[in-house]
C-alpha cells in the first residue's frame, strides 16, 4: 500500500513547522521537521547570512527523502515541514517520496518579516528571509499536487483551511 505523505512548503517564517505539527497530529502521521534535517554547515551558512545553493540543499533534501522512505517502510504516513520554494526542489521531492502531495502556505512578505522578527532561536535572519522570498517559485496549475492555502495571524483557522483543503481535494484518498 502506497504510504501518505503531505509536504508543508513556503519560505521561512510562514509557519511550516506548527502548522505541519497540527496536520500531523490530526491526522495521525508522523511529523518531520525539515529544519532539524539541515547539516550543521547549511545552518552556519544560514547564521552567517549565506544563502543555501541548489548544492547546500542536495544534501538536506536526501536526507528528508530518506527519513520519508523509512518511516513509509514502518507503514507510517507522514507530514514534512520543507521549503520546498523552487519547482526543482518540488521534483526532487516528488521522485523520491511516493504519493507526495504539497500544501503551499502562502503569505505576504510584510508578514513574514514580522514574524520573523518576533521568532527566538532561529538562525533565519530578515535579510535572508527576503531573499528566499524574492528565489520563491511560486507553484502555478501545472502542479496539480500542490493545494495553496492562503495563511494570516490565526494559525488555528489555517490549519482548519488546510485540512479541509486536503479533505475536499480527496488528496488523502
Excluded at 71 to 79: I, P, R, T
Excluded at 166 to 173: D, F, G, R, V, W
Amino acid at each position: 500500500m502506497n504510504r501518505k505523505c503531505i509536504i508543508v512548503m513556503g519560505v521561512s517564517s510562514s509557519g511550516k513547522s506548527t502548522i505541519g505539527s497540527a496536520l500531523a497530529e490530526h491526522f495521525n502521521y508522523v511529523f518531520i521537521d525539515g529544519d532539524h534535517l539541515q547539516p550543521k554547515s547549511n545552518i552556519e551558512k544560514i547564521k552567517q547570512k549565506i544563502p543555501l545553493t541548489d548544492e547546500d540543499r542536495a544534501q538536506w533534501m536526501s536526507k528528508i527523502c530518506t527519513i520519508v522512505m523509512e518511516q513509509n517502510a514502518k507503514g507510517e504516513d507522514c507530514v514534512v515541514a520543507c521549503g520546498a520554494i523552487k519547482r526543482k526542489y518540488r521534483s526532487i521531492l516528488r521522485g523520491c517520496i511516493d504519493n507526495a502531495k504539497f500544501i503551499y502556505l502562502k503569505a505576504n512578505v510584510e508578514m513574514l518579516i514580522e514574524r520573523n522578527q518576533n521568532r527566538k532561536n532561529h538562525w533565519m535572519s530578515t535579510e535572508l528571509l527576503e531573499k528566499q522570498f524574492a528565489a520563491l517559485e511560486e507553484p502555478d496549475n501545472s502542479e496539480k499536487d500542490i493545494l495553496t492555502v492562503p495563511i494570516n495571524q490565526d494559525i488555528a483557522e489555517t490549519v482548519a483551511n488546510a485540512t479541509k483543503a486536503l479533505k475536499q481535494h480527496i488528496i488523502l484518498s
